[in-house]
T-cell receptor, first 117, second 111 residues
Framework: EAQVTQNPRYLITVTGKKLTVTCSQNMNHEYMSWYRQDPGLGLRQIYYSMNVEVTDKGDVPEGYKVSRKEKRNFPLILESPSPNQTSLYFC????WGQGSPLNTEAFFGQGTRLTVV | TQLLEQSPQFLSIQEGENLTVYCNSS?????LQWYRQEPGEGPVLLVTVVTGGEVKKLKRLTFQFGDARKDSSLHITAAQPGDTGLYLCAGVPGSNYKLTFGKGTLLTVNP
């Protein structure tokens, strides 16, 4: 079954305590990205990766890091979380590259609800 | 400035009613997608429209892509409680593969 798996689903943490949200996909997709979803602001892209070792900033990258050492995994790292990073986070993957159209389907994980106190 | 503007932002209707939600932009898109997101879940693709003027049907849902490829609409006939959710339009402006989302229309269908 095609799947994007995020962990954890829920996380409450304290300001400044480093955390990692994992994301894994089983569809051999080249393109992976992280979004945060906030009321009234919609889905905003944090970082994206077009392939292994290729990452770039999205619209709201401040306070986040990512890495892409393997094709299937794309973890999101918050080195020093702050309360304004309390949000619902989604990882997504899409087919990309030669032969893939621009409008490939995005597959989303189930989300990680993060609260930073 | 939001690249994709969706309206209305909220919509609450009774079961059996018809409704239309809109996705508008000042930019031209090569294609637009519609996703539905249910509470506690990630968005799931409903349809992709590619050709200007294209109409696609998915059971009671009708999707239309504007002739100028700057806007799209979603029409639901005889809405049911199971249609409740957040409807998002999305598109790739230019050729960078970045998928940009509208803020969504939150639809509630009451029994």
């Amino acid at each position: 079954e095609a799947q994007v798996t995020q962990n954890p689903r829920y996380l409450i943490t304290v300001t400044g305590k480093k955390l990692t949200v994992t994301c894994s996909q089983n569809m051999n997709h080249e393109y992976m990205s992280w979004y945060r979803q906030d009321p009234g602001l919609g889905l905003r892209q944090i970082y994206y990766s077009m392939n292994v070792e290729v990452t770039d900033k999205g619209d709201v990258p401040e306070g986040y890091k990512v890495s892409r050492k393997e094709k299937r995994n794309f973890p999101l790292i918050l080195e020093s979380p702050s309360p304004n990073q309390t949000s619902l986070y989604f990882c997504a993957s899409r087919a990309w590259g030669q032969g893939s159209p621009l409008n490939t389907e995005a597959f989303f994980g189930q989300g990680t609800r993060l609260t930073v106190v | 400035t939001q690249l994709l503007e969706q309206s209305p932002q909220f919509l609450s209707i009774q079961e059996g009613e018809n409704l239309t939600v809109y996705c508008n932009s000042s930019s031209v898109f090569s294609s637009l997608q519609w996703y539905r997101q249910e509470p506690g879940e990630g968005p799931v693709l409903l349809v992709t429209v590619v050709t200007g003027g294209e109409v696609k049907k998915l059971k009671r849902l009708t999707f239309q892509f504007g002739d100028a490829r700057k806007d799209s609409s979603l029409h639901i006939t005889a809405a049911q409680p199971g249609d409740t959710g957040l409807y998002l339009c999305a598109g790739v402006p230019g050729s960078n593969y970045k998928l940009t989302f509208g803020k969504g229309t939150l639809l509630t269908v009451n029994p």
